[in-house]
């Protein structure tokens, strides 16, 4: 052979090796003599072997197949030759060394084989060529195809006795390895987990059960197993299912013994540090004990020492093979003593980990027990205690533990053997009806019992006993025996304690505590009875009077005294009594078990709801799963929970919004019934149950997902059909059922508008009849179902598709008509509601809508004029009611003027909107369709485009205001503004008559004293300030003022709202009142707060109000009492942080602004806040600026608390390596301040914290280096402030003194409050300062609130500011779109 074969090789040349020649004189050798012709052959195919890589493909499978041949002739002739009793020792020789030989050329090239395939199965990636790749993939199928019938070979012939060969000895071990270590190769590929290699993989399983039985290959086994397990991860669930084989068909049990024992040797810290080989082991265990959990079991102890290992894979696999043991094996009531404290032992461990150091492994643990609930193996015993784990999880800071916490109390409930119902009020009157009754028939058993053994008898039966243990009491103690009993503080209680220890046959304690109780209690009973000549007679009388005169029966639950329960059973004809008393015990046990699962799962719907607005999408899903869970079981909290979820329907998340649908499917879109009649009937009752008390929001959710059940043809025609049953009438229901019903199909409407259109006349004959007065609530439904008409547009109409609308004279807008005039005479709660739906749905629908409110305007008007006139025919009885407002002059009904601003106020808002939107809408429309028209004439006639002429009877006002392009849009809109502004509050306008009303009644507080009437008047004053930029200007100081001053919240919550529409109709106006808006959100009453709260998170995020550190006064609503205000701070922050470094940027002045000590924030109060917002902050150039600033903050800060303050903000952070190069960089701005042992400790929290993450050598020592710094320049200043003291005697500055305040610090609105409380807004620039610097200042007007006297004159009575106090302008806003809000 030439050494150069392996060159040839390398350069792709493969050689003819060995020559086919000498393979060929092998072959004819073999043909000749059999097996034994390799002992003469052997060489070629060694060399073979030896130069592999460089051999032709062909040569080799060849070589294989002719090796294949010879060594399943010598397996066929070997039994003949094995039986032969007279075999030469020569001939056994030869045979012997032609096996060896041939098993080592097949097994040899078989691992050559595999390793090929392998390297080759590797470069599949590799970009050498088409042909390249199609030749491995059929060389690798090939040998794939091969390596199965060779499997089989070497074990039949393993399965002979060869020993016979080794002279009926051991057969050698390297024999043994020979065969089963091409086995181990194959293994090690890994690709032989695949479903297509599972018959090799039971070739190589059998072959190796075939040395494991025959030729002790156990021991060599259990190593290599183990080392492939440790370097290999593909072969765990291999060598599991072969393992579970060898065991369960060869027998091989000692096998997993040995194994589990070899991995339970390992050390702890070893495989902590090895996770690749913990990985394999873990796998491996876990499926061995899915596969062979009683094995398992029986060697479970050698593993346990893992469960207190740093490795959380291993303690994870072990506890999971525990639960594969309790629900296969340990699992079911008829478990012996044993078992069961085996499985409790288990449960025990699985309980401990819950609260793993490990999220992983306490998340596992969750996933565990859901499967041991799920398939019923939890003894009833542990349910509460698991439960109460489960529940306690929910906390966890691990995203996933609490996924897995969900999922437990979701499987705890569907699988509680308790009832199908769990609400809490059912069970609790059962149970106390059923304890009721046990305690009766135990009361009954004792007296029937009673009669058999006096408690006089049974004195006598103890007395020996008793005094021998009293007797005891005088001798000397022994070691040991002396035990400590304290006397209890009064003798009836210490009576008790001593007839307790005689009931439990303890007679030497009692004895020992009446002894005590004698010396102490000296003439108080039961101590005080006829005193014995000895002290032993005298305790013995004291034990008899204790134990004869007490109830036997006081406490079910002591055991039987002596034999008393024997002879009491004796007495009892019949055990019937027996058996019911056990039945009623065991079914109060029942019920309690069942009241205190309700009581856990009731706890965990409070914790499980809040989590529906975490960032996690996988518990949100969890979540909103988990409640459609709860509710088929009947939990009356359940349906708070699937309202909450309901404003998740406009989530941006696809996967929440598609959670809450299918679970609003779930819930009831499948309803149970025989017929189609009783399902709709059952849908629409669960729908309506969310409607009552629903807020606003709620139904705009619920309505999102009734328009889109009804856009996929989710809902049945029956129930649309029962909906109108029920509104007609022809279906008997309650006025809430048929209000739901209405409320129900407009929101099918919006969906598909025909629903409603094709039933109008219906909707207005029955819902505006003249029956509408007696439920105006029903009235505004059918308002807002007829409204769907306008809200939806079909997408097919097109721009250019005239809107939707109504002639003026339909019969609908003269029922509304009708019924708005003929209500608003007549006092009621529910008229203004449904007035300011009707005017909507006019505005909406008509043609001609301004027409037909003028009417009703002047309709209601004259209605009042004549109540004034009678009023005024009234004026000879001189008192007033109180229910009526009188300006001295004449009187009205309170409810009738609040009627008519509330419709003043209506109309004008919605007389603006729709100039706004659709007369805006409409000009354009009809442009666009001009324009098109123009442009498809100039392309028909093919000529020049040239500039139109429009003749005098085409001339339109667009046109002669030469709109062209992009500036229409603008001219459109300032024809829209001048008309709001010049004509709608004009002299000639019906707007003109009102004004004046509600001016007066703003401005006269005193006189228009009713609540009512003065909310409905500052919200009408508002509304009336948006039609006019001039008119909002003039009475801005009157709305602002009214805000401050009123002591009506509803005032001051009706003036937020329009001050935030105001905001943003007239941004330029309003902005200088901003800061009075902020000063809303410390208002003394909740619903204002809430109000500013909502209204400030919509001007800021729709970027209308200037976002400065006023923003801190909504940081102050995190820490409101009032969870919903706190809900609405938390959205404003949460919307906040997804616009561009928002809360970074203006989270200093924050800071600033809430250290101060006016702000009037308590200390934990502002950590609370900090703790909230700092959550925002994620990007890490954004921590390493504000560790910056943070530190360069120190400088100003004037006070200790707004040094601990800044360093508590430190803590917050996430110190990167660049974050503590700041903190060195700017050690000199706090090094002073470090001598306060706040600011210091919160340094060490920083520096603890930034140790704990680990890092770079350079960055700790640059680290200790700075904690070194920190530790010097504190003790520092603890030194030089002694000094400093002692010498001089110079005092220390003292700390800032804290506020006493609550926790929200709110400061109190006075309702006799001076002028100078309200100071208008200065302006923030001026034009000419010099100029301004000469004008005097300004005399604050005086403001007073009337009272209800008479004879108040006009000036008294005028709440208005003079007009110098209006704030000047400053520079404009830009609005977030050029043209004007439609």
């Known amino acids: 052979m030439k ?57 080799k499978e060849d070589a294989l197949e002719l090796m294949m041949q010879v060594v399943s002739k010598h397996s066929n002739e070997l039994p003949a030759i094995l039986g032969d009793s007279e075999l030469s020792h020569a001939d056994r020789s030869a045979h012997l060394n032609a096996l060896k030989m041939n098993c080592y050329l097949l097994t040899g090239l078989m691992d050559a084989f595999e390793m090929e395939t392998c390297n080759n199965s590797l470069l599949e990636v590799d970009p050498g060529g088409k042909n390249k790749k199609n030749r491995t993939k059929t060389a690798q199928s090939s040998w794939e195809e091969e390596r199965e019938p060779l499997l089989q070979l070497l074990t039949q012939l393993l399965q002979l006795d060869l020993r016979q060969l080794w002279g009926g000895l051991v057969v050698e071990e390297e024999f043994v390895s020979l065969m089963t270590g091409s086995c181990y190769r194959i293994l090690e590929n890994p690709s032989i987990g695949l479903q297509k290699h599972r018959a090799t993989r039971e070739a190589v399983t059998h072959l190796l059960a075939a040395a494991l039985v025959h030729y002790d290959h156990m021991f060599s086994a259990t190593l290599k197993i183990t080392q492939m397990l440790q370097h290999f991860e593909h072969v765990a669930p291999v060598f599991a299912q072969a393992v579970s084989l060898w065991a369960t068909e060869y027998g091989l049990k000692s096998l997993v013994g040995e194994l589990l024992r070899e991995i339970g040797q390992k050390s702890p810290q070893d495989l902590a540090r090895d996770t690749s080989g913990v990985k394999g082991y873990a796998t491996f265990i876990t499926e061995l004990s899915e596969r062979i959990p009683a094995l398992v079991l029986s060697n479970m102890s050698v593993l346990l020492r893992h469960l207190d290992g740093e490795s959380y894979m291993m303690r994870n696999a072990i506890l999971a093979a525990m639960a594969e043991v309790l629900t296969q094996v340990l699992n079911g009531d008829k478990l012996e003593e044993v078992a069961r404290g085996t499985r409790d032992q288990f449960l025990n461990m699985l309980q401990a980990h819950i609260c793993d150091i490990n999220g992983f492994v306490r998340s596992r643990v969750l996933q565990l027990f859901t499967r041991i609930v799920q398939r019923k193996a939890l003894p009833l015993t542990q349910f509460q205690s698991v439960v109460s784990l489960a529940v306690g999880r929910l906390k966890d800071k691990s995203v996933v533990v609490v996924k897995n916490a969900i999922q437990l109390l979701a499987a705890f409930l569907s699988n509680n053997p308790f009832s199908c119902k769990l609400s809490c009020a059912d069970l609790a009157e059962p149970l106390k009806k059923e304890t009721q009754k046990l305690q009766e028939m135990r009361d009954h058993g004792r007296s029937t019992a009673a009669p058999a053994i006096t408690p006089e008898e049974e004195w006598e039966a103890m007395l020996p006993e008793v005094r021998a243990a009293t007797q005891q009491l005088f001798q000397p103690p022994q070691e040991g025996e002396e035990e400590v009993l304290e006397v209890e503080e009064t003798a009836e209680s210490t009576s008790e304690q001593i007839t307790g220890l005689l009931r439990k046959l303890n007679y030497k304690s009692a004895a020992r505590l009446t002894q005590k109780a004698l010396c102490r209690f000296q003439g108080k009973e039961p101590f005080s009875g006829p005193t014995e000549d000895n002290e032993e007679a005298t305790i013995l009388g004291v034990l008899k009077r204790l134990y004869t005169g007490s109830c036997p029966g006081e406490n079910s639950e002591d055991p039987p005294r002596g034999n008393s329960s024997l002879n009491t059973e004796e007495v009892v004809p019949e055990e019937q009594p027996q058996t019911e008393l056990v039945k009623q015990e065991m079914l109060v046990q029942y019920l309690q078990d069942a009241y205190d699962f309700s009581v856990k799962i009731t706890e965990a719907l409070s914790l499980i709801s809040r989590m529906m607005y975490e960032n996690s999408v996988s518990v949100v899903q969890e979540a909103i799963e988990f409640f459609v869970t709860v509710s088929k079981f009947g939990v009356p909290q359940a349906l708070l929970g699937v309202r909450r979820m309901l404003p998740l329907v406009w989530s941006k998340e696809p996967g929440v919004k598609e959670a809450v649908l299918n679970a609003y499917r779930r819930l009831y879109l499948n309803p149970t019934g025989d017929s189609e009649r009783a399902r709709a009937q059952s849908l629409v009752h669960s729908l309506s149950l969310i409607m009552v008390d629903a807020s606003l929001g709620t139904i705009q959710c ?32 309650s006025s809430l059922e048929r209000r739901a019903a209405v409320m129900l199909l407009g929101m099918m409407a919006r969906g598909k508008p025909e629903i409603v259109g094709s039933n109008l006349d219906v909707l207005v004959t029955v819902g505006l009849s003249e029956k509408a007065c007696e439920d105006y609530r029903l009235a505004q439904e059918v308002c807002n179902a ?21 002639p003026q004279n339909h019969m609908l807008f003269g029922c509304l008509s009708e019924t708005v005039s003929k209500g608003f005479a007549q ?85 603006v909107a729709y100039l ?35 003749t005098g009877n085409e001339t339109t006002m667009e046109e002669e205001l030469g709109l062209v392009g ?51 008047a500052a919200l009408a004053l508002g509304k009336v300030c948006m039609i006019s930029s001039e008119f909002c200007d003039s009475h801005l100081r009157l709305l602002f003022t009214m805000m401050e001053k009123s002591t009506l919240p509803g005032v001051r919550s009706n003036l937020v709202i329009a001050a935030g529409d105001l905001a943003i109709r007239f941004p330029n106006l309003v902005e200088p009142w901003t800061s009075h808006l902020y000063a809303r959100l410390r208002d003394p009453c909740p619903s204002v707060r809430q109000t500013a709260g909502l209204v400030m998170t919509h001007l800021i995020l729709k970027d209308m109000v200037k976002v400065k550190g006023q923003v801190s006064e909504m940081a102050t609503l995190l820490i409101d009492p009032e969870e919903a205000i706190m809900g609405v701070a938390q959205n404003f922050f949460s919307e906040l942080s997804s616009k561009d470094n928002a809360i970074y940027n203006l ?29 925002y902050i994620t990007k890490d150039k954004q921590t390493e600026s504000l560790v910056e600033k943070l530190c360069q903050r120190f400088r100003t800060a004037r006070t200790e608390r707004q040094y601990r303050d800044l360093a508590h903000c430190l803590t917050l952070l996430p110190l990167s390596e660049r974050g503590l190069h700041k903190l060195q960089d700017n050690f000199d701005c706090f090094a002073d301040k470090l001598q306060d042992p706040a600011v210091y400790s919160c340094f060490q929290t920083v520096m603890a914290r930034f140790r704990r993450a680990g890092g770079k050598p350079e960055t700790k020592a640059l680290a200790e280096e700075l904690e070194q710094k920190l530790a010097a320049s504190h003790n520092r200043g603890l030194d030089s402030a002694e000094t400093c003291q002692e010498g001089s005697g110079t005092p220390m500055p003292e700390p800032a003194k804290q506020k006493t305040t609550g926790g929200s610090c709110r400061h109190p609105l006075n309702t006799v409050n001076r002028d100078e409380d309200f100071v208008t807004p200065k302006p923030r620039n001026l034009r000419n300062p010099k100029r301004a610097q000469k004008r005097p200042p300004c005399k604050k007007a005086i403001i007073t609130f009337s009272s209800d006297e008479e004879n108040s004159s006009e000036d008294e009575l005028s ?11 400053t520079t404009p806003i830009t609005r977030s779109s050029a043209r004007r809000l439609r």
């Open 1359 to 1369: 709440a208005e500011l003079r007009e110098e106090e209006t704030p000047t302008k």
């Open 966 to 1016: 992009a500036s229409a849009d603008d001219t459109e809109a300032e024809l829209i503004r001048s008309i709001c502004e010049t004509e709608l509050l004009d002299e000639k306008h019906l707007f003109s008559a009102f004004v004046p009303l509600v001016l007066k009644i703003c401005n006269n507080p005193g006189l228009y004293s009713d609540p009512a009437l003065s909310a409905a």
């Open 916 to 950: 706004e939107v659709s007369v805006s809408a409409e000009l354009r429309r009809r442009r666009i369709l001009r324009e098109e028209e123009k442009t498809k004439k100039h392309s028909d006639s093919s000529t020049k485009k040239q500039r139109p002429q429009s």
């Open 786 to 806: 007829v409204s769907k008409l306008a809200s939806n547009p079909k997408p097919a109409q097109g721009k250019n598709k005239a809107p939707f609308r109504l």
């Open 1147 to 1175: 989270l200093p002045d924050i800071i600033s602004r809430l250290s101060d000590p006016n702000c009037g924030v308590e200390e934990e109060s502002f950590h609370i806040i900090m703790r909230h917002l700092f959550s």
């Open 3 to 59: 050494p150069g074969l392996g060159e040839g090789c390398s350069q792709g040349r493969q050689l003819q090796f060995p020559p086919p020649p000498r393979l060929a004189a092998f072959r004819t050798a073999f043909r000749a003599r059999g097996a034994l012709a390799v002992l003469q052959h052997f060489d070629p195919l060694y060399s073979l072997l030896h130069h592999f890589r460089a051999v032709q493909t062909a040569v």
């Open 827 to 911: 006092p009621s709660g529910h008229w203004i509601p449904f007035m300011e739906a009707a005017v909507m749905l006019i505005y909406q629908l008509a043609e001609g809508a301004e027409e037909i409110c003028a009417q009703i305007l002047q309709d209601c008007s004259r209605q009042a004029l004549e109540k004034l006139q009678e009023a005024d025919g009234q004026k000879a009885d001189p008192a007033v009611s109180p229910s009526r407002v009188s300006d001295g002059d004449s009187s009205l009904p309170t409810f009738l003027l609040m009627h008519l601003v509330s419709l003043v106020g209506q109309v004008a808002l919605q007389q």
């Open 702 to 733: 619920l309505e999102e997902i009734i328009s889109e059940f009804v856009q996929k043809d989710e809902v049945k025609p029956a129930v649309i059909q029962l909906l109108w049953e029920r509104f007609t009438e022809k279906s008997q229901c």
